[in-house]
């Protein structure tokens, strides 16, 4: 019988921020461990606020990419990838030196639910299994389960509500923006801050390419194409929305 039991939570606060995993079935400790371990130590070796990691090594010129841990070097190859993809609203250099935050959450999250988490929803002892990286989430679900995640939507413009939910079985979500934190996000080609978006939420296979197109639409601008890949819900600050899914218009809203 495919576990229908109510989600095991195991949280612990990873670069600055809360990671939960909610295993639907038999909990797996060992399992969970050895995820979070596996993004304590990417913290470890990317963490810009650490000045022994290698990320800050590199900023001071202490280290060079080349020389830096093979994660390092991997990280490095798809920001630049990234890059090209987004004609340069996603940038690894976006602060002037390299440091690859803006993917380094996703990319960490994908990998080690991959290793040690996706393996596990078998149908049998787990049925689906859930992550939230600080309002992004990564998903699992056994096709033969009958559930789905209903992922909310934070508006933007009013602390404490919902302004869509989103259904959710196997993939991730991701949203960037500048209603919590303000105009945090600049434009690597100008080093502006970026305005006009006050969220930006990306629906996507990975979370990754959700968390790198969440970012990329709020620095491309609310009337600016809409990305190529996944569903995405663009809420401007003066309420406006765009709905859109693989860069094709869905619907425009107008402030409410």
Not at 43 to 60: G, K, L, V
Not at 236 to 252: F, K, P
């Amino acid at each position: 019988m495919i576990p229908q039991d109510a989600p095991h939570a195991a949280v612990e606060h990873v670069w600055g921020t809360v990671v939960s995993v909610q295993t639907v079935g038999t909990p797996q400790p060992d399992a969970v461990g050895a995820f979070f371990a596996e993004l304590h130590e990417i913290d470890r070796i990317f963490s810009p606020y650490r000045p022994d990691s290698e990320i800050s090594r590199i900023a001071d010129g202490q280290l060079t990419i080349g020389a830096a841990d093979p994660l390092v070097q991997e990280v490095a190859a798809r920001c630049a990838a990234y890059e090209g993809e987004t004609g340069g609203l996603f940038s690894a250099y976006w602060r002037g030196c390299f440091d690859p935050t803006g993917l380094v959450k996703g990319w960490a999250i994908d990998r080690a639910a991959a290793r040690h988490l996706e393996p596990l929803v078998d149908g049998v002892t787990i049925g689906a299994i859930g992550v939230d990286a600080g309002g992004d989430v990564l998903v699992f679900t056994h096709p033969d389960l009958d559930r789905t995640w209903n992922i909310g939507i934070a508006d933007p413009r009013r602390p404490g509500a919902v302004i869509a939910t989103v259904p959710l079985r196997n993939g991730a979500i991701a949203t960037s923006g500048i209603a919590e934190r303000g105009a945090h996000i600049l434009d690597p080609r100008t080093g502006s801050a970026a305005t006009g978006v006050a969220s930006a939420t990306v629906v996507a296979s990975t979370l990754e390419i959700a968390d790198v197109w969440a970012t990329a639409s709020v620095v491309a601008g609310f009337d600016a194409p809409l990305p190529p890949h996944g569903t995405v819900l663009l809420v401007a600050e003066d309420g406006r929305i765009r709905r859109g899914i693989s860069g094709v218009e869905v619907s425009v809203g107008s402030p409410s």
